[in-house]
C-alpha cells in the first residue's frame, strides 16, 4: 500500500525520522498514545524538551529530535 493510505500515517521509505534515529513513537500500557487528555501525554508534554524531543501536531504518539 502507499503511505498515505496507511493508518497510522507512515513516511516514504528513506524520508522517516524514525529510520534516521532521530524519532520515537511511544505507547502508554500497550497502546498508542492517541490522545493529549492521557496521562502519558501530558508527562511527555511537561518533559519530553529535557531530552530534545517535540511533538508533532497532528499525532499525540510521535515525538522527535525536529517536531516533524
Known sequence: RSASTCSPPTAVP?????EQG???DFT???RT???R????FAW??????SYGLRNLPSEPWHWSTTGG
Open 22 to 24: 532521530r524519532a520515537i
Open 44 to 49: 511527555l508534554q511537561a518533559n519530553a524538551s
Open 14 to 18: 528513506g524520508r522517516s525520522l524514525h
Open 33 to 35: 498514545i492517541t490522545s
Open 37 to 40: 487528555s492521557s496521562p502519558a
Open 28 to 30: 502508554h500500557e500497550g
